[in-house]
């Protein structure tokens, strides 16, 4: 097979054109800008163009895959579409690709990534396997897709964008949060629940959906304490009509089917006990990561031990877990200086971030650099990103990266620095951002979002290591 992706750059994308390339397939595409991912692709044997030109299209294409992040108005597109050529979007060939596999998909306003890649590291352990899709580079498998062609299992990051997730049927699923974000798609918060219930009850009946605690799934089980980040009791959560049984995650409390005991942290790793159905599991480590990948862990934890990995499989698969690229990602970690990149981009993830930067490193002092994601996000969360940048020593903001988005009227990074108090904030441009952050004397700097910021972080880190 021929295939040609329209967009091939992105993430998701990118793991599916592995995937065929891998299987023996042709695979070639557009993309609008080079980036580090499209050189790999380009290395690896795929081809890959930047000018939106239908010239450069390969005569032979049997089916097109395109994400929605690629408007229809390209050139391209609309060359394609004229030709007849069979035109699938990312999410429906993901889905074909998991029918008929044991596929365990992992859903939520975040932590998908850190789950599914957590998940598929433990699951490599086991006698099985798996195959996996992910959002991001895992590092312990250079690749954000891995395939193992003796396992029916298939880990897949699904992706509450545009729907996406509804194209899988999985056998078991994780809901990590169902925090108000994509309103753009979705109109209403309502709404995006209504679409995770629909995923919730597309597990299969005799498979297991894991849920966090506290997480609603159903308009009419939201109420204000959902808001203020408290968590309830799971019997009032919108589940009804989802027939696959239920196991209950949380990284606070004890009323959970899993949680986390006595967690601390030495020599920059973190350490935790694991209460599970099956009794206790002391001492479970995780090596230089985030306070919030605890919670993380226990949720792909709960699947692995429900399809059966032992202690020692998860012990060692939790110690050996070295993270994904822009994920509490370090860049530079040493006595006088950390840098840590990370895709944050909702409120929530920010103020995960901020919150296992100061659990590592009391007392330091913290730069932030955010760059907003969205027009649309950073109107409908600008107070609730100002309150989670608060926390920061010293915040140097970004302008907003539109992505796929027009401008909106009135809608800049000045909106959400104009909310937050005090002096210690700049707003600049990559440039800038490299002569001001040596002058501020940082003992951590964050760079934060889900942009382009990722391609100014190597030039941060060059800057600041420079004698």
Not at 13 to 31: E, I, K, P, Q
Not at 183 to 204: I, K, N, R, W
Not at 289 to 317: D, I, P, S, W
Request: overall charge negative; hydrophobic content about 40%; charged content about 20%.
């Amino acid at each position: 097979m021929n295939y040609y992706f329209l967009g091939i750059g992105g993430i998701g994308m990118s793991a599916l054109a592995r995937y065929f390339h891998m299987r023996g397939d042709t695979v070639s595409g557009y993309d609008r800008t080079e980036s580090p991912l499209t050189r790999q692709l380009v290395e690896e044997g795929i081809g890959v163009h930047y000018s939106d030109d239908p010239s450069l299209i390969p005569s032979a294409i049997d089916m097109v895959v395109y994400t929605p992040a690629v408007p229809p108005d390209t050139a391209e597109f609309q060359h394609l579409q004229s030709l007849g050529v069979p035109m699938r979007k990312r999410s429906q060939v993901l889905g074909e690709l998991t029918r008929g596999k044991e596929c365990i998909a992992v859903a939520g306003t975040h932590g998908k990534t850190s789950v599914a890649s957590i998940l598929a590291h433990l699951l490599s352990f086991s006698d099985e396997g798996c195959s996996a899709f992910l959002g991001g580079v895992a590092k312990n498998f250079n690749s954000n897709v891995v395939v193992n062609n003796k396992s029916n299992r298939v880990v897949v990051e699904a992706d509450e964008f545009d729907r996406s997730f509804l194209q899988l049927h999985p056998h078991c699923a994780v809901i990590t949060a169902t925090d108000p974000d994509h309103l753009d798609v979705y109109g209403t918060y309502d709404c995006m629940l209504e679409a995770f219930h629909q995923f919730a009850s597309q597990v299969d009946s005799d498979g297991t959906l894991v849920l966090k605690q506290g997480v609603t799934l159903h308009p009419d089980s939201r109420h204000d304490e959902h808001h203020e980040g408290h968590e309830h009791s799971h019997e009032h959560d919108g589940l009804e009509g989802i027939a696959a049984s239920r196991v209950i995650y949380t990284a606070h409390g004890v009323e959970a089917d899993f949680y986390p005991w006595n967690v601390r942290h030495y020599n920059g790793d973190i350490f935790f006990d694991l209460r599970t159905p099956k009794g206790v599991m002391y001492d479970l480590q995780l090596q230089g990561t985030a306070l919030y990948n605890v919670e993380n862990a226990v949720a792909a934890a709960a699947v692995a031990v429900t399809l059966g990995l032992n202690e020692h499989q998860l012990r060692h698969g939790l110690k050996t877990y070295a993270g994904v690229q822009r994920r509490f990602d370090y860049r530079i970690k040493t006595p006088e200086l950390v840098l840590i990149d990370d895709y944050a981009h909702h409120p929530r993830e920010i103020a995960a971030c901020i919150e296992s930067v100061r659990y590592l490193y009391p007392g330091k002092r913290v730069i932030g650099i955010f760059q907003p994601h969205l027009y649309s996000r950073t109107r409908d969360f600008a107070d609730q990103f100002a309150e989670a940048l608060s926390s920061l020593d010293e915040l140097i903001m970004l302008p907003i990266y539109p992505a796929r988005e027009k401008p909106i009227l009135g809608v800049t990074s000045s909106m959400i620095l104009r909310k937050i108090k005090g002096y210690s904030k700049y707003l600049c441009t990559p440039d800038q951002v490299l002569d001001l952050v040596p002058a501020l004397c940082p003992d951590v700097v964050i760079t934060m979002g889900a942009g382009d910021i990722d391609r100014l972080v190597p030039r941060l880190v060059q800057t600041l290591t420079a004698e």
